[in-house]
């Protein structure tokens, strides 16, 4: 079997107003898509991050990826040089050895360990938008959001995007979801966005509400160290360990215990696998950073979560957010009480709908950006806005 034709099709996803610590999300969510097809006809699919940059750079890989056989990872990894671009490659390769071979992903990977992959509601303070979530820009109504994302989907984990209100209203806003979801695992992330200071402060603030981890409060890894030693409250990251070499100084400094892999940037399924081992051996918990995905990421995330024996904290997901526009056929996909079940089909078990897939690349194209930019988007509301850091 080898690769004779490579697709990369930039998409967009309608996104909601979306609040962060740097600035609101725009109407649309970029996206690449990666289309393999092999000699025999078999078709394999693959998803990462959008903007012209990563196109760019999928593009120039594609002249390596032509003519290989799928299975050769190795081959392919040292030729594009990039995990990020290699990720997406990856994903639509094990999706065509599966196809080729009748069996899922994860058995690919060595095998499932669970048979549904447990994901966290992805709860925003947001503005009022052209959608049906509605304003949610205090603690009150992120308490109703929370509770429409576990009515609908059934989450028992909560995770709130922070670093946009004075710390103070944010604890606040945790202490009113841990009295409305006693038993639910609570988590907060402000994108580093606090100083040290800061973040040690609101430590304290929420020290008897039981908070599951503190996601990046404090930049950099000596930050994140001096909030460590200061509170017995978990420490994750998507922001200070994003590649293998940051492993090691960050276990030195004690600087966190929970690593947030993401296949799509650490390299791969392979290499995520990988990552969870090394956090097993140095007794790292590992968990999974999220953007806004299609069905084809969510079902690449369920199936590597699924051959991981020690990925024990729930999977961040933006798909809620996203659902709506989604490729895959038999779109939106389902959660059954806060867990996606492992796609059992050969491959990612999941096939794109190919008008679904037209009508988002001419979304791409009626509002083509060179990427995300949540800075501009909150200027254009309020022109006095600066991405300052730290904020508080």
């Known amino acids: 079997m080898r690769i004779v034709d490579v697709d990369i099709i930039p998409i967009a996803l309608s ?15 970029l996206r690449s898509i990666v289309r393999l097809t092999t000699d025999d006809g078999c078709v394999g699919w693959g998803e990462t991050y959008g903007g012209e940059e990563i196109l760019g750079k999928l593009q120039s890989a594609a002249s390596i990826v032509l003519g290989q056989d799928p299975a050769q990872f190795n081959r392919t990894r040292i030729l594009i040089n990039n995990p990020g671009v290699f990720a997406a490659y990856e994903t639509a390769m094990l999706d065509l050895l599966g196809k080729e071979s009748g069996r899922p992903v994860c058995d690919v990977l060595g ?9 966290s509601a992805y709860l925003f303070y947001k503005y009022e938008g052209d959608d049906e979530w509605g304003e949610a820009m205090s603690p009150e109504q992120l308490v109703v959001q929370a509770e429409t994302f576990v009515e609908r989907y059934g989450f028992q984990t909560l995770k709130l995007k922070g670093g946009v209100l004075p710390p103070v209203e944010e604890a606040e806003t945790m202490l009113q979801l841990r009295n409305r979801f006693p038993d639910h695992e609570l988590r907060i992330d402000p994108n580093a966005i606090w100083s040290v200071e800061t973040s040690i402060r609101f430590a304290g603030w929420v020290e008897d509400l039981d908070l599951e981890y503190l996601e990046d409060p404090a930049p950099d890894l000596a930050g994140m160290a001096a909030v460590a ?9 998507n922001m200070v360990v994003t590649a293998f070499p940051h492993i090691a ?14 296949h799509h940037h650490w390299g791969g399924m392979l290499a995520s696998l990988q990552l969870a081992k090394i956090c097993e051996t140095f007794r790292l918990g590992v968990s999974q950073h999220s953007n806004s995905h299609t069905g084809i990421s969510l079902a690449a995330m369920t199936h590597w979560a699924a051959a991981a024996p020690n990925l024990i904290y729930a999977s961040d997901t933006h798909y809620p957010w996203n659902e709506d526009d989604d490729i895959v056929a038999g779109a939106p996909l389902q959660f059954v009480n806060g867990a996606f079940p492992v796609p059992d ?4 078990g999941v096939e794109v709908d190919d008008d679904s897939l037209q009508a988002a690349h001419e979304r791409y194209l009626q509002n083509k950006a060179a990427g995300r930019d949540d800075v501009s988007a909150m200027q254009e509301r309020d022109p006095n806005w600066l991405p300052m850091r730290p904020r508080w």
Do not use: C, F
């Open 15 to 29: 996104d909601p107003p979306l609040r962060n610590s740097w600035g609101v999300h725009e109407p649309v969510a």
């Open 111 to 119: 095998g499932k360990i669970r048979d549904a992959v447990d994901y």
């Open 229 to 237: 030693q200061a509170t017995p409250i978990p420490l994750s990251t």
């Open 249 to 262: 100084p960050a276990v030195e400094m004690d600087a966190v215990q929970v690593v947030l892999g993401d």
């Open 345 to 348: 089909g050969p491959g990612l």
